[in-house]
């Protein structure tokens, strides 16, 4: 993929599969583990 619009039309193909775009059932799971994330203290880094 080397454009933008090539990631789109990917992620579009994508959805014909049923792959559902979006936060929504990653969020349910960490809620229905009473969201073990929040449970320890981290630094998040990142550089380019």
């Known amino acids: ?26 969020t349910q799971l960490a809620d229905a583990l009473d969201n073990p994330q929040n449970s320890y203290r981290t630094i998040h880094v990142a550089a380019l």
């Open 1 to 26: 993929m080397k454009t933008y619009e090539d990631v789109l039309n990917w992620l579009n193909y994508l959805c014909t599969f049923g792959i559902k775009e979006g936060l929504e059932r990653i």
